[in-house]
T-cell receptor, first 111, second 116 residues
């Protein structure tokens, strides 16, 4: 069974601060996805990283896939209250490409 | 209208009752999934279906069953609900033609089930 450990589990910061969320595993994944979930809604995909060492930027969000494809990070610059939500990483691996989800990081950005 | 629709959105029931959660999608995707979300435990896969004739157990299938009535419909049943099945349930879809890696999951808005 492939496991993904996310840290921190909870994060409360002030508007304008920077933060990093980590997603780690002892397993290799063929790809890794990051989702954001807002209260009362289902998760929505932010990005998919496929290549080891890959870095993707989405406005103030920077995603990195580890060289060995076992870990990933999400960095948010100058966080805003609209960034508040549950951030989930999900790794794809194995022959049937099912996703394994981390437990999530609940981010609160205070005005 | 939402591309992935779940009904009911909220349900309170009693221990021992049979419950069905329904999911329909207009995205034309072949793959459908049922997940369960509990605080601090993330999303856990209950069942998944890669096409109408394909049903597979996920990591926590005990106490649940599913039916893929059509490409667009995938229902989850709890034959005899118990309190520890109280959770937020999500249906999701994906497109197998996404390529060599797992495609994006598109989630419904969730069905909150409370078993008393």
């Amino acid at each position: 069974t492939q496991l993904l450990e996310q840290s921190p589990q909870f994060l409360s910061i002030q508007e304008g601060e920077n933060l990093t969320v980590y997603c780690n595993s002892s397993s290799v994944f063929s790809s890794l996805q990051w989702y954001r979930q807002e209260p009362g809604e289902g998760p929505v995909l932010l990005v998919t990283v496929v290549t080891g060492g890959e870095v993707k930027k989405l406005k103030r969000l920077t995603f990195q896939f580890g060289d060995a494809r076992k870990d990933s990070s999400l960095h948010i610059t100058a966080a805003q209250p609209g960034d508040t939500g549950l951030y989930l990483c999900a790794g794809a691996g194995g022959s049937n490409y099912k996703l394994t989800f981390g437990k999530g990081t609940l981010l609160t950005v205070n005005p | 209208d939402a591309d992935v629709t779940q009904t009911p959105r909220n349900r309170i029931t009693k221990t021992g009752k049979r419950i069905m959660l329904e999911c329909s999608q207009t995205k034309g995707h072949d793959r459908m999934y049922w997940y369960r979300q509990d605080p601090g435990l993330g999303l856990r896969l209950i069942y998944y279906s890669f096409d109408v004739k394909d049903i597979n157990k996920g990591e926590i299938s005990d106490g649940y069953s599913v039916s893929r009535q059509a490409q667009a419909k995938f229902s989850l049943s709890l034959e005899s609900a118990i309190p520890n099945q109280t959770a937020l349930y999500f249906c999701a879809t994906s497109d197998s033609s996404a390529g060599g890696y797992t495609g994006e999951l598109f989630f419904g808005e969730g069905s909150r089930l409370t078993v008393l």
